[in-house]
C-alpha cells in the first residue's frame, strides 16, 4: 500500500522557519523524483521545490518565489524528503502536499497535505 504521509505544518509567526516531512512507503523511494507542492485559499497547487531520484542525479529546482528560502532534501536510507522553509510569509500560507513521480513511467502518487499557516 503507498503512502505518503506529511507532517510538521502549523502555524508561525511571519519570519519564522518550519520544517516539513514526508514519510513514504510502499514503492521504491529511491526510483521516484520527490516535490513538495501547495495549494492556497483560492489559488490552484503550484510546484515548490523537486528533487531528483538518485539516479537522475537528485537535482533539485524551485519556484521563483521560493528559492533563497526554502531547501528541498531527501534522506533515501529513511524513504524520506523534507522542505526546510526560511523567513516564511503570510502568502505561503497553503496546504502543502508530497508528491512522488516514477522516473520510468507515468506514476505519481500524492499525500495528504499538511497545513502552514503563516500569520502574526
Known amino acids: 500500500q503507498v503512502q505518503l504521509v506529511e507532517s510538521g505544518g502549523g502555524l508561525v509567526q511571519p519570519g519564522g522557519s518550519l520544517r516539513l516531512s514526508c514519510a513514504a512507503s510502499?514503492?521504491?523511494?529511491?526510483?521516484?523524483?520527490m516535490s513538495w507542492y501547495r495549494q492556497g485559499p483560492g489559488k490552484e497547487r503550484e510546484l515548490v521545490a523537486r528533487i531528483g531520484s538518485p539516479g537522475r542525479g537528485g537535482g533539485t529546482n524551485y519556484a521563483d518565489s521560493m528559492k533563497g528560502r526554502f531547501t528541498i532534501s531527501r534522506d533515501n536510507a529513511k524513504n524520506s524528503v523534507y522542505l526546510q522553509m526560511n523567513s516564511l510569509k503570510p502568502e505561503d500560507t497553503a496546504v502543502y502536499y508530497c508528491?512522488?513521480?516514477?522516473?520510468?513511467?507515468?506514476?505519481?502518487?500524492w499525500g495528504q497535505g499538511t497545513q502552514v499557516t503563516v500569520s502574526s
Open positions: 510502499g514503492f521504491t523511494f529511491s526510483s521516484y523524483a
Open positions: 508528491n512522488a513521480r516514477y522516473d520510468y513511467a507515468s506514476i505519481s502518487y
